[in-house]
């Protein structure tokens, strides 16, 4: 792990210090508007470069661990987002709508580090990659259609433009990058020498997208300091449940403790970069929502750190699928 990757949290506090300070600057907030979403598109290659949709055969070697993954990331998370919105931010649509956008996106890259602190499988992580990729690419206008449409303005026209501008367009790029690269170069370079350098071009940046968008947003952002308050209770729900539901799901199909920790970080870690920048795009006239996807990772981060620490107990205690949570 890279001083960016282990730091990432303090970078995107420090872009939102940054920005919301930019904003109090005239002329920034217009500027910093149009800034959003190229820096989240650059964001979005890097991420998208490193993850070889080659290997979509590769994970099905596992399809216990990969079946039940896509099942609750899919299936189950979709409805549990819309209940802990229905009974948290009843009466903030928009923030429900950002919850819903944060809760069914599930991560395709920062979950490999949790995996890998928690001493889990982080190959058959990696072989989820694609999957998550593809199925969050396919399923996220299928969700805000059928559950955001009645919460807030929903037009089509620009939730399809912001799929392929944020997701399919930085996806082919990276899948030429890596095909053109892979062949002047050869794929031991590509894998040794320019992969390693874009998880840090990812959270630079994401913390430069959260500063450009705390800068066009700083008034919002100062007139609603509770948004903070008004996400924390439903997301901690989200990983009390789901932690709780993974461990269970690993008992009954007595997966090992490698599988369940990498099978914990896949159903609780979450893509809110992606979802930020779909938001930006889908829904120029909702503030709120965006604003509810920046925080996402303030929240996510420590969560996931508490999730690999529990993890790793479960480990040293000694996980026995057949006998409970502890051996």
Known sequence: MNVLERFQTLFVMAGIGIGLAASQIDGVPAIAERLILPFLVVM?????????????????GNRRVVGSSLAVNFLWNPLLAVGLGAVFLADQPALWVGLLMLLVTPCTDWYLIFTDLANGDVSLATSLLPYNLVFQLLLLPVYLYVFADALVDLRLRFLLESVLLVLVVPLVLAGIARRALTGLKGREWLTDRFLPKLGPVQIAFLALAVAAMFASQGDLVLERPDVLALLAVPVLAFYVINFSLGLAIGRLLEFSYGEVACFNCTILSRNSPTALAIAVVAFPDEPLIALALVIGPLLELPLLSVVANLLNRLEARGWDAGEGLFA
């Open 44 to 60: 979005l290659f890097a991420a998208f470069a490193g993850i070889p949709l080659a290997n979509l055969r590769r994970a099905f």
